[in-house]
């Protein structure tokens, strides 16, 4: 199944706030959908299958990736949910959404498929590469590139920067000093629910 590209609120109504799908908010309370106001007991399989699509629509990957990172978390030491956070966090889009060099993970997703990042010189165009501690991210020294950022900066999407990241408004440069901690991650969810749910399979 190929990334979701449909209405963004709906998605967020269903699942709570997504700060990386959106910065929008919705004015309506209930569920979407025709049973939105339904009071029943979800089931133990709803209530992980909500978490898992949580990681999935904010971190804007489709099964397979997620499938992928779940099966790479069991075989790195440490508990397998704050692993798969750690990885997913590291990806470079969400990592430029982190530094606010983008409002939106969708946003550093398109700036890093269009050429405007470099990853210690190098340029990377793929949004899924796996930053590592010691990694310095640059804009490209061109205008439009430049101009794009700035933009973006004077609007952040996430109030405060995570303690692992360090940014530079005039260079446009920011650097990762360690993987991140759980207690950083922007997403409320129980990444145990989404480990369970995968286990099943």
Same mark, same amino acid.
């Given at each position: 199944?190929?990334?979701?590209?449909?209405?963004?609120?709906?998605?967020?109504?269903?699942?709570?706030?997504?700060?990386?799908?959106?910065?929008? $908010?919705?004015?309506?309370?209930?569920?979407?959908?025709?049973?939105?106001? $339904? *009071?029943?007991?979800?089931?133990?399989?709803?209530?992980?299958?909500e978490?898992?699509?949580?990681?999935?629509?904010?971190?804007?990957?489709?099964?397979?990736?997620?499938?992928?990172?779940?099966?790479?978390?069991?075989?790195?030491?440490?508990?397998?949910?704050?692993?798969? +956070?750690?990885?997913?966090?590291?990806?470079?889009?969400?990592?430029?959404?982190? +530094?606010?060099?983008?409002?939106? @993970?969708?946003?550093a997703?398109?700036?890093?498929?269009?050429?405007?990042?470099?990853?210690?010189?190098?340029?990377?165009?793929?949004?899924?590469?796996?930053?590592?501690p010691?990694?310095?991210?640059?804009?490209? *020294?061109?205008?439009?590139?430049?101009?794009?950022?700035?933009?973006?900066?004077?609007?952040?999407?996430?109030?405060n920067?995570?303690?692992?990241?360090e940014?530079?408004?005039? *260079? +446009?440069?920011?650097?990762?000093?360690?993987? @991140?901690?759980?207690?950083?991650?922007?997403?409320?969810?129980? #990444?145990?629910?989404?480990? #369970?749910?995968?286990?099943?399979?």
């Amino acid at each position: 199944m190929s990334r979701y590209r449909g209405p963004r609120l709906r998605i967020c109504r269903r699942l709570g706030d997504l700060p990386g799908l959106t910065r929008q $908010t919705s004015k309506k309370n209930k569920l979407p959908g025709e049973h939105g106001e $339904t *009071n029943s007991k979800p089931s133990e399989y709803a209530l992980r299958l909500e978490e898992k699509q949580k990681l999935k629509f904010n971190y804007g990957v489709n099964e397979r990736q997620l499938l992928r990172y779940i099966k790479k978390s069991k075989r790195l030491q440490g508990s397998t949910g704050q692993v798969l +956070l750690q990885l997913l966090e590291m990806r470079l889009d969400n990592t430029i959404f982190r +530094l606010t060099m983008a409002p939106t @993970i969708p946003s550093a997703r398109q700036l890093v498929n269009h050429g405007h990042v470099y990853v210690n010189k190098q340029i990377i165009s793929i949004p899924s590469y796996q930053c590592k501690p010691g990694d310095i991210i640059e804009i490209k *020294n061109q205008a439009n590139s430049r101009k794009l950022v700035e933009q973006y900066l004077k609007f952040p999407g996430l109030a405060n920067i995570p303690n692992h990241l360090e940014l530079d408004t005039q *260079n +446009l440069t920011g650097k990762i000093h360690s993987p @991140i901690k759980r207690e950083w991650v922007a997403l409320q969810l129980n #990444e145990l629910l989404v480990v #369970e749910y995968y286990s099943r399979k």
